[in-house]
């Protein structure tokens, strides 16, 4: 089934012109924190409970350094997925220590947080085959300015007026399935980007 969606999600990006780009398990602390403008004592390193291969390797925690990564040996125009395993050091009911994250970025000069919802949002609804409600809601990642987590309506309730209930969206009537942002200026710096 992972693989079955991965290659979903991979055929609809592709179809809106993305090419796929890979990165290592195993990364370097440089290309999973410090280039994505998560310096050493930042406070997001605390949240991404992280599996520590060496001193200076880690298990990676997202697929992010992929970006770093391409953007270190191209330039853009980009429109670039990169999906992959993703460790993380959890140990509760609700998370996996092993899960898959599918990375998306574009770089072009005029590319709006217009453009970034209008993307995920047809995403989406190829995805789940219908038209989707969507919401952004504000939110915190170090290497995006601005942030927000993208909620789609409950699979089960819909969002209906009796959302209380639900064992799914645990009464908000909404599920939240993805982050996004705009990449932050630190970020192009660190590639040698014009900010």
């Known amino acids: 089934p ?23 398990d195993a990364e370097d602390d440089y ?14 390193r605390d949240m991404q409970d992280t599996f520590f291969v060496s001193d200076d390797h880690v298990l990676r925690t997202h697929t992010s350094p992929v970006q770093i990564r391409v953007m270190e040996h191209r330039r853009p125009p980009l ?6 395993t993703v460790y993380r050091h959890d140990d509760d009911a609700t998370h996996s220590p092993v899960f898959h994250q599918v990375e998306g970025f574009m770089v072009d000069h005029g590319i709006t947080f ?13 995805i789940f085959e219908e038209e989707v409600r969507v919401r ?21 309730c819909r ?10 969206c645990r009464g908000s009537g909404w599920l939240e399935i993805l982050g996004s942002g705009m990449i932050d200026p630190n970020v192009f710096g660190f590639v040698g980007y014009d900010t």
Do not use: W
């Open 159 to 168: 969002g209906a007026e009796d959302t209380g209930k639900c064992r799914v």
């Open 79 to 84: 429109r670039i997925i990169a999906p992959g």
């Open 31 to 44: 290309h999973n924190f410090e280039a994505l403008n998560i310096p050493k004592d930042h406070p997001a």
């Open 136 to 156: 952004f809601r504000p939110s915190f990642f170090p290497f995006t300015e601005p942030s927000a987590e993208v909620d789609i309506d409950c699979i089960l």
């Open 2 to 24: 992972l693989t079955r969606v991965t290659d979903e999600i991979i055929d609809v990006f592709t179809g809106m012109g993305f090419e796929v780009a890979r990165g290592p």
């Open 114 to 126: 217009g453009d970034l919802k209008g993307v995920l949002t047809h995403f989406l609804e190829q």
